[in-house]
């Protein structure tokens, strides 16, 4: 919290809007909540996610012993790849074929895009996520690649990583045997990709405010890559 109020003092937290207990209770409800629903539906690849995910983001923030992996480049990108790249992607998918009944579970071109996909964009989150705080890391004492080699360096870095999956994609999509998913695919991946490039490049690199802003329109293409994945055969 005590970063919170230098990096994010809008936060609940910070801000004083919630107290910490308020936090542990809203937190700890939300999390025994989602294992419980995870149980109750009797699936063991959701509640595995679930448990999963639950588990690497106790160990990714507790500031205990042995834990707060945030604080270290390599480990916080691991626990973001493992849950957004692998768990997610893997843990839902077993989760739908067991619940529509399938005899066999197979890895698919759609679910083999999602993982290779996927992976590149929880690196440049794992990344991404830093640029905007580098001044509190700073006084925190936390040396996140963003504190070592800078804003700019680190942001094109992840401009680019994004470019390169979004190329990807577009050959993946130009491989469809499906005319209609190849040209969806080839399509809203181009047009990403290119109003990716248009909002980094209007993005003051000096101002913590519109690197965050351009952050969470990553977060909005992330979410968006959901629906698209719809359209993949």
């Known amino acids: 919290v005590k970063i919170a109020r230098v990096k994010k003092p809008y936060l609940p937290l910070a801000s004083g809007e919630l107290t910490m207990q308020q ?3 809203i937190v700890a409800t939300c999390g025994v909540a989602a294992l419980a629903a995870g149980a109750v539906i009797g699936s063991a690849a959701l509640f595995a996610t679930l448990a999963g ?5 106790i160990v990714y923030s507790t500031d205990l012993p042995g834990m707060r992996w ?3 480049p390599v480990l916080a990108a691991a ?5 957004r790249a692998v768990m997610v992607q893997l843990g839902f998918y077993y989760h739908m074929r067991q619940a529509v009944g399938a005899a066999q579970v197979a890895m698919t071109r759609p679910l083999a895009f999602a993982l290779s996909f996927m992976l590149f964009v929880s ?5 991404f996520k830093d640029i905007p705080d580098i001044k509190g890391d700073r006084l925190a004492g936390i ?3 963003s504190v070592r080699v800078g804003a700019p360096q680190v942001f094109w870095t992840c401009i680019w990583l994004l470019e390169a999956a979004y190329a990807g994609a577009v050959v993946f999509g130009l491989t469809s045997p499906v005319l209609w998913s190849k040209v969806a695919t080839v399509v ?5 990709g290119v109003i990716l490039y248009l909002r980094a490049a209007k993005t ?3 101002s913590s405010k519109s690197i965050y802003d351009c952050y969470m329109f990553v977060w909005k293409l992330f979410y968006a890559e959901y629906g698209i994945m719809l359209l993949l055969r």
């Open 23 to 25: 936090g542990r209770t």
């Open 188 to 192: 809203t991946h181009t047009f990403m």
């Open 143 to 145: 040396f996140t690649l």
């Open 123 to 127: 690196i440049v989150i794992a990344l």
């Open 79 to 83: 626990c973001i790849l493992a849950v």
């Open 53 to 57: 995910s639950a588990l690497l983001g």
């Open 70 to 72: 945030k604080r270290s």
């Open 204 to 206: 003051d690199l000096t």
